[in-house]
């Protein structure tokens, strides 16, 4: 099975800008949620889809926002950047139908505002 | 805040060492699991333990749970030098099901030196 996709890998944007990250999960899961890691913060949940409903949010302004698809791929989306919103945003895959499941993630994208 | 932490920070052996990690937590939980980067890339899921489990192993790993405590430890022996990475404890918070959400703590760096 392929893993996780998640392009772009590379991302320079400037400040006010807004971005758009993609993620393809594996197949056959229904379950995307993102995380954005940052040297200070570390990893830090943004929220999880499930059949194209979110089903939990991090504590992250409304300037992030995703959304899921019919085929469970998942875009999130950063409007307005600032400089503080360089960071890898990583997305992970699980089947999602209960508790106990380990995530897969992908190669992240790094996003980074000049 | 960081629902795990990991302890050291940082840590440097000799190739044929063990590495010893250690997580605490602050609330209940379901599962508690252990992650790997190596630099900047995705996290790797190496295992998985559930409240109601105090040890698994996987091959080199082995990992350890005290709810009592709320803390966890990851053992990696007999080291190599591509175990070089950083390792995240991850907590699936027990809300009476799952909130589809981990939390992690900051990571311990290890160096495993040839």
Not at chain 1, 57 to 71: E, I, T, V
Not at chain 1, 85 to 96: E, I, K, P, Q
Not at chain 2, 2 to 22: F, R, V
């Amino acid at each position: 099975k392929a893993g996780v996709t998640q392009t772009p890998r590379y991302l320079i944007k400037t400040r006010g800008q807004q971005v758009t990250l993609s993620c393809s999960p594996i197949s056959g899961h229904r379950s995307v949620s993102w995380y954005q890691q940052t040297p200070g913060q570390g990893l830090q949940f943004l929220f999880e889809y499930f059949s194209e409903t979110q089903r939990n949010k991090g504590n992250f302004p409304g300037r992030f926002s995703g959304r899921q698809f019919s085929n469970s791929r998942s875009e999130m989306n950063v409007s307005t950047l600032e400089l503080g919103d360089s960071a890898l945003y990583l997305c992970a895959s699980s089947a999602g139908w209960a508790t106990n499941e380990k995530l897969f993630f992908g190669s992240g994208t790094q996003l980074s505002v000049l | 805040s960081q629902q795990g932490e990991e302890d050291p920070q940082a840590l440097s052996i000799q190739e044929g060492e063990n590495a010893t990690m250690n997580c605490s937590y602050k609330t209940s939980i379901n599962n508690l699991q252990w992650y790997r980067q190596n630099s900047g890339r995705g996290l790797v899921h190496l295992i998985l333990i559930r409240s109601n489990e105090r040890e698994k192993h996987s091959g080199r790993l082995r990992v350890t749970l005290d709810t009592s405590k709320k803390s966890s430890s990851l053992l990696i022996t007999a080291s190599r030098a591509a175990d070089t990475a950083s390792y995240f404890c991850a907590t699936e918070k027990n809300s009476g099901g799952s909130n589809y959400k981990l939390t992690f703590g900051k990571g311990t760096l290890l160096t495993v030196n040839p």
